[in-house]
Nanobody, 124 residues
Framework: QVQLVESGGGSVQAGGSLRLSCEAS????????MAWFRQAPGKEREGVAT????????SYGDSMKGRFTMSRDAAKNTLYLQMDSLKPEDTAMYYC?????????????????WGQGTQVAVSY
């Protein structure tokens, strides 16, 4: 089993920044793929920062490009999401996800493990 715990969410004014963290524990190792997703009220869950392969580049949602940066500290089993120039439309629950890589190092599109989420609220 893998446990994921997100933190760092909160309320911020438009233009501000937040840094989310996702601490992983349990039966997880460095080979696991990890990613960030979000879900706003009444909307479907969307990918925020995902990777196609273990050592590939990160893909960001169109509205997040240039503002969000995902990073990972493998030694600490922690995933981060730096969010800058936040906009009210970034308001959502943010989740991290993890899963074992597929053949040839590809990352899954459906993740096995999810955290409880951390709420981000951006006001005008």
């Amino acid at each position: 089993q893998v446990q994921l715990v997100e933190s760092g969410g909160g309320s911020v004014q438009a233009g501000g920044s937040l840094r989310l963290s996702c601490e992983a524990s349990g039966d997880i190792d460095r080979s696991y793929c990890m990613a960030w997703f979000r879900q706003a009220p009444g909307k479907e869950r969307e990918g925020v920062a995902t990777i196609r392969t273990r050592f590939g580049s990160t893909s960001y949602g169109d509205s997040m490009k240039g503002r969000f940066t995902m990073s990972r500290d493998a030694a600490k089993n922690t995933l981060y999401l730096q969010m800058d120039s936040l906009k009210p439309e970034d308001t959502a629950m943010y989740y991290c996800a993890a899963g074992p890589p597929l053949a040839f190092g590809y990352c899954p599109t459906q993740y096995n493990y999810w955290g409880q989420g951390t709420q981000v609220a951006v006001s005008y």
